[in-house]
Nanobody, 122 residues
């Protein structure tokens, strides 16, 4: 399963960007999706997550500025990023938690997108 990310770019502080991540349709169930980010020299960190039932979770650093949402009909997750700050500069990665159910049982898989660069200038 290859996740398809889009929406990164370069903006000035205070502006907005929206990231998208689509999971190509196949014979599986999406349990949750999330956005992580990794700045140079830093560890990858969770930015926001959403279960396919709609429960969301945010890093403290983005609460009130970022909104994660999903379109179940399109198997797509979005990250609306408002009031961007210089410290939001990073490569943003989409993550999908997927289950495949067969007659033999359920198997869980985790997939990552290729990453999209977000650069915020102060």
């Amino acid at each position: 399963v290859q996740l398809v990310e889009s929406g990164g770019g370069s903006v000035q502080a205070g502006n907005s960007l929206r990231l998208s991540c689509a999971v190509p349709r196949s014979n599986f169930d999406i349990n949750a999706m999330a956005w992580y980010r990794q700045a140079p020299g830093q560890q990858r960190e969770l930015v926001a997550s959403i279960t396919w039932g709609g429960t969301t979770n945010y890093a403290d650093s983005v609460k009130g500025r970022f909104t994660i949402s999903r379109d179940i009909t399109k198997n797509t997750v979005y990250l609306q990023m408002n009031n961007l700050k210089f410290e939001d500069t990073a490569v943003y990665y989409c993550h999908a938690d997927i289950s495949v159910v067969t007659i033999e049982g359920k198997t869980d898989f985790a997939y990552w997108g290729q990453g999209t660069q977000v650069t915020v200038s102060s």
